[in-house]
């Protein structure tokens, strides 16, 4: 009690820096943040690390108490840069500490922050895994419609799922010329968000769009739990957003098609694959899947946007070439390999789910 009151004194009287637990930063950082995009994210990845620093001063935040945290989420199958996510947010939240956040005395909540080390991605990162058409024909039947419909909807415009999951109608740009719509994504969706992009839907991607048009006000991909009988009685839910695609429907589809840890963000792989299969140019493939630098609202003409979507009208069915990528082939040869000598062949289907 003493020693409480005298640090109490120096902080009120002296002036000196008052100690702050993580948590308490943790959690003025999601309020702060709290319209980011990626906030909900990053609040997971902070859950993550709270039972082995929450309740430490900033200060006691290093890489030796980090190391408890990193064991333990490696013992537990997360990958490098899953576990670097975390780290990232940390090393945020430390930076801003150092550097912006005051007290009422002036000064920041902490005088220093450390060096966050993040561990190696160089041999440690998956491959992309780009699915065949004979596996896309597997998959879509066994994911749930309004999975099946989002998946569709990336293998034919290569956007990321995050971006499927939060477009919105008051985005759409209908083009009567070209009998399709855009979708102008504002910069705030943008992974990066520097500048707005536009989503070009293809024949396919726009019968999607039209599946689903008057199912919500707001939100193009949506979901509801539909009566398994009484189906003359309207539906007991209404619809609502679709939070993540990586959810346990996809992974019991990509079980069930044999596809492994087949990830969402495999079917923007394989956009790039078949776009590239079909001749499709590398700036064009870079437009299409925003790579590149420019920014379609403000260069773009309509030609170009006639030009991105001719590309993707190439990847709207199976074109009959044969193609598969080299982890692909490295995987079969291997197998191949492993049944030759007799061995049995494991089938790849983690249980858990992509952090983010």
Same mark, same amino acid.
């Given at each position: 009690m003493i020693r409480q009151t005298e640090r109490l004194r120096a902080v009120l009287v002296d002036g000196e820096r008052a100690v702050r637990r993580f948590d308490e930063a943790a959690t003025h950082y999601l309020l702060t943040y709290q319209s980011k995009p990626t906030i909900v994210t990053e609040s997971h990845l902070l859950d993550a690390v709270m039972p082995d620093i929450g309740h430490l001063g900033l200060h006691q935040v290093h890489d030796g108490t980090l190391a408890p945290?990193? @064991? +333990? /989420? !490696?013992?537990?199958? +997360?990958?490098?840069?899953?576990?670097? !996510?975390?780290?990232?947010?940390?090393? +945020?939240?430390? =930076?801003?500490?150092?550097?912006?956040? @005051?007290? %009422? =005395?002036?000064?920041?909540?902490?005088?220093?922050?450390?060096?966050?080390?993040m561990l190696p991605l160089v041999g440690h990162q998956r491959e992309p895994r780009p699915i065949t058409w004979s596996e896309q024909r597997e998959l879509l039947p066994r994911l749930p419609a309004h999975l099946a419909r989002m998946a569709l909807f990336v293998l034919n415009t290569g956007v990321r799922d995050d971006v499927v999951c939060n477009l919105r109608w008051a985005w759409e740009i209908q083009v009567p010329e070209l009998?399709?719509?855009?979708?102008?994504?504002? @910069?705030?969706?943008v992974k990066g968000r520097r500048r707005p992009r536009v989503v070009v839907c293809n024949s396919v991607a726009q019968q999607v769009?039209?599946?689903?048009?008057?199912?919500?006000?707001?939100?193009?991909?949506?979901?509801?739990?539909? +009566?398994?009988?009484?189906?003359? !009685?309207?539906?007991?839910?209404?619809y609502r957003?679709?939070?993540?695609?990586? =959810?346990t429907a996809w992974q019991r589809a990509r079980r069930e098609a044999g596809l492994g840890d087949l990830h969402v963000h495999d079917l923007r792989h394989t956009v790039g694959? /078949?776009? /590239? %299969?079909?001749?499709?140019? %590398?700036?064009t493939v870079a437009d299409l899947l925003w790579h590149s630098t420019r920014s379609m609202t403000q260069h773009y003409s309509v030609a170009q946007i006639v030009e991105l979507h001719a590309a993707l009208e190439k990847i709207r069915e199976d074109s009959g070439r044969w193609n598969k990528s080299l982890a692909t082939l490295r995987r079969e040869h291997e197998e191949r390999q492993r049944e030759g000598r007799g061995e049995k062949v494991p089938e790849k289907s983690p249980d858990q789910r992509q952090t983010g």
């Open positions: 945290f990193i @064991r +333990r /989420r !490696l013992a537990q199958g +997360r990958s490098h840069k899953t576990v670097n !996510l975390s780290l990232g947010v940390v090393r +945020r939240i430390l =930076n801003l500490a150092a550097r912006h956040w @005051r007290d %009422e =005395n002036g000064n920041t909540w902490l005088t220093h922050a450390p060096a966050i080390t009998g399709i719509s855009l979708f102008e994504v504002p @910069r705030e969706h769009i039209e599946s689903v048009r008057g199912m919500h006000e707001d939100y193009v991909f949506v979901y509801r739990r539909e +009566r398994v009988k009484n189906l003359a !009685l309207p539906a007991q839910m209404p957003p679709v939070q993540m695609m990586s =959810n694959m /078949r776009l /590239r %299969e079909c001749g499709v140019p %590398e700036s």
